[in-house]
């Protein structure tokens, strides 16, 4: 039991309702002390301030930051961090599983130092739901559930077994097993609490500290639960790894755009078109790296599962959140979904007692920018071919899509030639037969027709919608009229189904939507991302193979949040976003060059057309079944004991060991190399000389282009790896299921087949030009791996640089992007502009991040990869954002210098640098703490 601290005079008693009272650290008091003006600030300010006046000890979290805070100025240069200590951290399996390696590798360490391996365990809570390595390999019948679950266990029996040591290695550590749903989806409807509490001694008497529920996850989508009023967002494993250890989250103090919110849904929109349109909008107003709060009437009568779905896509709209404050229809969910009813009489009064209990109204907040949404304005919508920004409204789909298909490369199309458009194939299938052999009952084998825009996968996937019964019950809907009416889905569509949770599957049988949904092909497949993620799983052979002989612009439709090239499936290259029903009815259509507020969506029974709005559900209907969706028993039963009712997972063994045994022949943990050479000493800050050019990029490139979660072709450096330890390919599973082993991750980065090396014009995939001189056997300037060129340049101990354009590192949160940068040698990223979390991540694994100044980039500046390049200015008395030299040396000597600006942001940032990453400056200061400290460690 900690003695609450009290350096603003701010405790106070609240009522629980209960006849009991607790305490908290009450914001309004601030306000009356005098310290800022607490009540105009925005709701996430407040909730962040509360948590650092909470943790203000002097030490990690100092006085200056409470004023700062409460003091926060709408318009203000942002120059100061915010050091935000989180209630909790949840994790999913892709990073959840290296952050273990990570932690376990850091327990190695400290005992090779000869300290205590337990100094490191986690501080705060920490859940990890295991959703990202189911795959849809079977699909399309009854058993597709059972026989993907089958092969998961089989292909990550190790790593399930390695997350069942740290079970049992870490006392705050827990795992919800798979089979389960997908992680944003069990935060909202399980692992949230809305208010937390602890054991405390308050004037020296014994009480329950209450404080809001906040957390960071390693998933870009932990934003999702700022539907429920909580301040989350996604970091790299890195930073959680930090946070679980102790150390606050530093961010610079955001800017807050509030998005007013006014009027409500019309017929045939649903929360999926708003996110959509949110999501253009706020690209469109600039808000990365902002808060983003609604307000207003509009976002008031809005039930809390439509406010996750928008909250869900911040990450796609660019904002670090987008809170919908806590009002009634949080308390309503909390009770809907089985939270119990003290609890929920807690939750209201502590958001009462802090002023931060309801939707402000306009003029009640002082934000940044304040932006207006009608939501009747909103119209049904779709977003792609390649970003989730570029929102299409639906009758504009399919001149769209025939504009893309001929657009240059270069303007974000396909580049195909007008006589092409037309043309098509016939691929004989057998329906639904995937590698693993799933069939689909209601329609028989045959011939389809290939050609561009043919739909060829149609996923109702995403936590983004699978945690909104009003889209479900939509797809539900909608599937039924088609049934009704006779309608087929073509057999050239993989359609799927993959819910967040059991409790959509309870709702769908409940209501009888399911059977319908069958009927057309969208069986459950799993409970996890799947799709959303890139696990669609193979297609049938004979249509990958036409795919590929024709190059042919195939379509996905799904109800996820990211369709980047390659993400959703290798062989599809145009992916659209769109709400379940919609998916539903793209796959009965089986193309997406139809506009289908004027073309049917196919024939009935009778060979009459049907259209989209014969079969599309009225709002009315949905609001008829959403009782069903919502039954506190139902995530009771659901939630209570799922690892016993998870027999497979059981039967998994556990290693038992406060430090982990690795075993040097496993391809799926190894420890990675961040802490073999570990001394407790830093460096110094130094310049960088005569780097190379590893890859010269264009804008907007990916975290999967760097570091893919995807499949693992065979002739990739990784594929060469695994079969020379005698894995077979059909074994190798994903990229994102190897983050567990560096050597995996190492070879796979940049490796994504679709990247573009501008050193290497007219190419896609991981290669570039080689000019390493005494580590290479090949000639200079020859076209080998990136992998292969980085090694070489290792060997002779030259540096390497990657150059960029606009958005580096854009897409989920991915410390193995950063991680692998890291282990191939490569000391400094210039790019036009970083995304958020990958910019952090850099720095977390120490490679510099550099910002080339306005108007200024590769392609300004000539370079074709045979320059050589110093980075000028760096020293021990590097500030934040300084501005650094880069001075390039072209092949025939003319030597040219611009200015840069040094994107480490804030001053603990320079520390973690200067240690070589985060990871080693805590260890370092848990190895200082650690008894036998005053030992002399090697190093
Ligand atoms: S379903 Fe998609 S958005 Fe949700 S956690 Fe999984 S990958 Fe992320």
Known sequence: MSKAQDWFGTLRGFDLGNGRQGALYALPQLEKAGVGPVSRLPVSIRLVLESVLRNCDGKRVLEQHVRALANWKPNAA??????????????????????????????????????????????????????????????????????????????????????????????TFKVVPPGIGIVHQVNLEYLAKGVLSCPSTVNDQPSTLFYPDTLVGTDSHTTMINGLGIVGWGVGGIEAEAGMLGQPVYFLTPDVVGVNLTGALREGVTATDVALTVTQMLRKAKVVGKFVEYFGPGAAALPVVDRATIANMAPEYGATLGLFPVDEECVKYLRATGRSEEHCRIYENYYRAQGLFGIPKRGEIDYSVELELDLGTVVPSVAGPKRPQDRIELPNLKREFLAALTRPITENGFGRAAAEVGKSFEVAVKTGLPAGGGSRKSVSAGEGQLRHGSVLIAAITSC???????????????????????????????????????????????????????????????????????????????????????????????????????????????????????????ALAGRVDVDLSREPVGQGKGGEDVYLKDIWPSLQEVRELMHTALKPEVFQRLYRDFVGQNPKWNEIPVKAGEVYQWDAGSTYIQEPPFFQEFGVQPGEIREIKGARPLAIFGDSVTTDHISPAASIRKTSPAGKYLIERGVAVEDFNSYGSRRGNDRVMTRGTFANVRIKNLMVPGTEGGVTRCFAGKGCECAPGETVSIYDAAMAYQKEGTPLVVIAGQEYGTGSSRDWAAKGTALLGVKAVVAQSFERIHRSNLVGMGVLPLQFKEGTNAQTLKLDGTETFDVLGLGPGLKPQQELSLRLTRANGQVETVPVTCRIDTRIEIEYYRHGGILPYVLRQLAAQSPGSEATAKG
């Open 78 to 171: 942002r120059t100061e961090e915010i050091p935000f200590v989180v209630a909790r951290i949840v994790l999913q399996d892709f990073t959840g599983v290296p952050l273990l390696v990570d932690l376990a590798a850091m327990r190695s360490a400290l005992a090779r130092l000869g300290r205590d391996p337990k100094r490191v365990e986690p501080l705060v809570p920490v859940d990890l739901v295991v959703d990202h390595s189911v795959q849809v390999d079977y699909y399309g019948t009854a058993e597709a559930l059972t026989k993907n679950l089958e092969l998961e266990f089989k292909r990550n029996r190790e790593r399930y077994e390695f997350l069942k040591w740290g079970m049992q290695a870490f006392e």
């Open 464 to 586: 983004t919608n699978t945690s909104n019964p009003s889209v479900m019950l939509a797809a539900g809907l909608l599937a039924k009229k088609a049934v009704e009416r006779g309608l087929q889905v073509n057999p050239l569509v993989k359609a799927s189904l993959a819910p967040g949770s059991r409790v959509v599957t309870d709702y769908l049988n409940q209501t009888g939507l399911q059977p319908y949904l069958d009927q057309l092909g969208f069986n459950l497949v799993g409970y996890g991302c799947m799709t959303c993620i890139g696990n669609s799983g193979p297609l049938p052979a004979p249509v990958d193979e036409a795919l590929s002989k024709h190059d042919v612009v195939a379509a996905s439709v799904l109800s996820g949040n990211r369709n980047f090239e390659a993400r959703v499936h290798q062989s599809i290259k145009a992916n659209f976003l769109m709400s379940p029903p919609l998916v539903v009815a793209f």
